[in-house]
C-alpha cells in the first residue's frame, strides 16, 4: 500500500501571503487529520475530517482551514501567513476497522520570511 | 486534563543498553497510547500502541508498560541499537475526538 503523501515538502512564502497544502491519504482510508510541528509547541491538532465532514477542530485561529474532497483527499489552507506559521505541517490517515493506528506523512515544511 | 507529560526530554544511551521514556496522562477517558518514532525530515512513524485493558505489549525490541491506576506509561527499548537514534513521541486518544494528544518528545542519542 502507498503511504501517506503530502505536497509539496517545502515552500517558502512571505508574511501576509496564503498559502495551500496537500495531503492524499493511503488508499481506502477516509480519515484525514492535520497536525503542526514546531520545536516549542509539539505537535498541534489543527482538524480531523472524515468524509468530507470536519469533525473535530483544534485552538487554532481562523486563518486556518481545510476541506476534504470526495476522494478523501484534504486540503488545508493557512491565509495572511505569520512568521509563527513557520513548521512542519503533517497529515495523518486512519481508516475503519484498523483500530485508531493513524499514519503520517513526511510533512510539509513551511517557512515564512 | 488534555496533557500527555513525556519525559525526559533527552537522552543518552550505550550501544545495547535498555532506553526508557515515560509519559503521564490525567484523563482517565483516554483509550489508546501508541508511541511514535520520528527521524530527521520524516513524518512520525508508528511503533508500538497499547490500550488500557492490558499491562504490557512488547513487539521485537520495544515494550509498553502500562500502569492504569498511576496513568503512566512507558517505553522500553531493549538492546538499544545507534539505529534507534531518533525523536520518540508518546500520545493518548480519545474515541469521539477524533485527535491524539502527544507529549513533548524525547530525543534519544544511542552511542556506537
Known sequence: ?113 | QQQVKQSPQSLIVQKGGISIINCAYENTAFDYFPWYQQFPGKGPALLIAIRPDVSEKKEGRFTISFNKSAKQFSLHIMDSQPGDSATYFCAAFLSGTYKYIFGTGTRLKVLA
Request: include cysteine; proline fraction near 4%.
Open chain 1, 1 to 113: 500500500k502507498a503511504g501517506v503523501t503530502q505536497t509539496p515538502r517545502y515552500l517558502i512564502k512571505t508574511r501576509g501571503q496564503q498559502v495551500t497544502l496537500s495531503c492524499s491519504p493511503i488508499s481506502g482510508h477516509r480519515s484525514v487529520s492535520w497536525y503542526q510541528q514546531t520545536p516549542g509547541q509539539g505537535l498541534q491538532f489543527l482538524f480531523e475530517y472524515f468524509s468530507e465532514t470536519q469533525r473535530n477542530k483544534g485552538n487554532f485561529p481562523g486563518r486556518f482551514s481545510g476541506r476534504q474532497f470526495s476522494n478523501s483527499r484534504s486540503e488545508m489552507n493557512v491565509s495572511t501567513l505569520e512568521l509563527g506559521d513557520s513548521a512542519l505541517y503533517l497529515c495523518a490517515s486512519r481508516g475503519l476497522g484498523e483500530g485508531t493506528e493513524a499514519f503520517f506523512g513526511q510533512g510539509t515544511r513551511l517557512t515564512v520570511v
